[in-house]
């Protein structure tokens, strides 16, 4: 009993000194941190329309949809297609290049969800696609070292009927 009582008292002298010595008279409390910048939220949005506003030839390279889909028609990258797989419903097998859907680049992403809609059965749906393609591989995602991976570059908040949406239309030159 007596071994117990020693061992308590020791550990509560231990609990009550770390106590002592991090709680000083006039500490200062650590500054609370600032909100971070949400685009379209508390800071400026670079990208109202959302894709069209960042698929855009930026001179040195061309990263329209039009552009990309000229090469999806042929082939579509390794590292896209694995992403694009990994979006599919299961025991969809993907053919490894886009159909051609000239039609569809008059409204982007409009355009792309009869086909990649929610429930589809043909290709991966939408939402699933973009975010396996844009956020899901990290640190590997030009959207996320580039763009910091902000959910705002894509869903527009409507504050005043608290709804989020995704823009769409005609890409830009």
């Known amino acids: 009993m007596g071994k117990v009582f020693v ?11 770390l106590i002592a ?25 670079a990208y109202p329309l959302a894709c ?10 061309d990263f329209r949809i039009s552009a990309l889909m000229k090469q999806w028609v042929v082939k579509v990258s390794p590292k896209l297609m694995t992403a694009a797989q990994a979006a599919a419903p299961p025991g969809m097998k993907l053919a490894g ?12 992403p409009g355009g792309c969800t009869p086909c990649h809609g ?20 990290g640190t590997n995602s030009r959207y996320v070292t580039e ?18 949406t995704t823009p769409s239309g005609p890409e830009k030159p």
């Open 97 to 108: 290049k886009h159909p051609k859907v000239d039609f569809a680049l008059a409204n982007i």
């Open 21 to 45: 010595t991090s709680v000083r008279p006039g500490a200062q409390t650590p500054e609370p941190t600032p909100p971070r910048k949400i685009p379209g939220i508390n800071a400026p949005d």
């Open 118 to 137: 929610r429930n589809s059965e043909s290709a991966p749906p939408f939402s699933r696609l973009m975010h396996s393609v844009h956020v899901a591989s």
């Open 52 to 61: 069209v506003d960042c698929h855009r030839n930026k001179g040195d390279v």
């Open 147 to 164: 763009f910091q991976g902000e959910c705002t570059h894509c869903h527009k908040l409507n504050v005043s009927r608290g709804q989020w």
């Open 7 to 17: 061992s308590i008292a020791i550990v509560a002298s231990m609990v009550v000194l």
